[in-house]
């Protein structure tokens, strides 16, 4: 089954809006990671947590990772045209073998103007 | 610097055909992995390779075949291409010695189309 679940599936938003998109899983996760793809574009590595609760901010995005190290979120504040594409979570397992994550289904953010 | 680097970037096959999907990376990365990307599926890991000579299925690898003879290579073999084959596939690399640091590059994709 799905090991890490990935909601919503689909968002649209106005430009200005915030975003938000959630990884869950019930498995205690080493790090996660988060992705971008653009339309027709490959999937771009943005950042990774390792450590419980941590919080990183870029600019207008911020992701955490929760406390038992089994969820996170990425927000984006004050959404622009150039953010559509689909966010993708990634996820190493413990105990799982080093290099393979579990990737979410992603997802696809749309900002119209 | 290239960083991972597939070939061809658009195919389309005759059903039972076969062919190979190219990957190459020059980061010196011990893991590289193959997905399939359909729409609403997310990214499907098909098969993984932890070195050179060591490869293990993933989710979904029926109807492919994997080897590592390099750390710089990793082919993707479709034996007998079927409809159901026609997908976005995804090469991608990253060091694996330890959770601190796993990134993954991905290469440009490969669009196939199984008529």
């Known amino acids: 089954g799905q090991q890490v679940m990935q909601i919503p599936q689909y968002q649209h938003v106005q430009e200005g809006e915030d975003f938000t998109t959630y990884c869950n899983s019930s498995?205690?996760?080493?790090?996660i990671q988060w992705y971008k793809q653009r339309p027709g574009g490959h999937p771009v590595f943005l950042i990774q947590?390792?450590?419980?609760?941590e919080v990183k901010k870029q600019k207008r995005l911020t992701f955490q990772f929760g406390e038992a190290k089994k969820n996170s979120s990425l927000h984006i504040t004050a959404t622009q045209t150039t953010d559509v594409g689909t966010y993708f979570c990634?996820?190493?397992?413990?105990?799982?073998?080093?290099?393979?994550?579990?990737f979410g289904r992603g997802t696809q953010l749309t900002v119209w103007p | 610097n290239a960083g991972v680097t597939q070939t061809p970037k658009f195919q389309v096959l005759k059903t039972g055909q076969s062919m190979t999907l190219q990957c190459a990376q020059d980061?010196?990365?011990?893991?590289m992995s193959w997905y399939r990307q359909d729409p609403g599926m997310g990214l499907r890991l098909i098969h993984y390779?932890?070195?050179?000579?060591?490869?293990d299925q993933g989710e979904v690898p029926n109807g492919y075949n994997v080897s590592r003879s390099t750390t710089e290579d990793f082919p993707l073999r479709l034996l007998s291409a079927a409809p159901s084959q026609t997908s976005v596939y995804f090469c991608?690399?990253?060091?694996?010695?330890?959770?601190?640091?796993?990134?993954?590059?991905f290469g440009q994709g490969t669009r196939l189309t199984v008529v």
């Open positions: 991608a690399s990253s060091y694996s010695y330890s959770h601190w640091n796993t990134e993954a590059f």
């Open positions: 990634a996820a190493a397992l413990r105990g799982s073998t080093l290099g393979r994550l579990y």
């Open positions: 498995t205690t996760l080493s790090n």
């Open positions: 947590l390792v450590k419980s609760g």
């Open positions: 980061m010196n990365h011990e893991y």
């Open positions: 390779s932890v070195g050179a000579g060591i490869t």
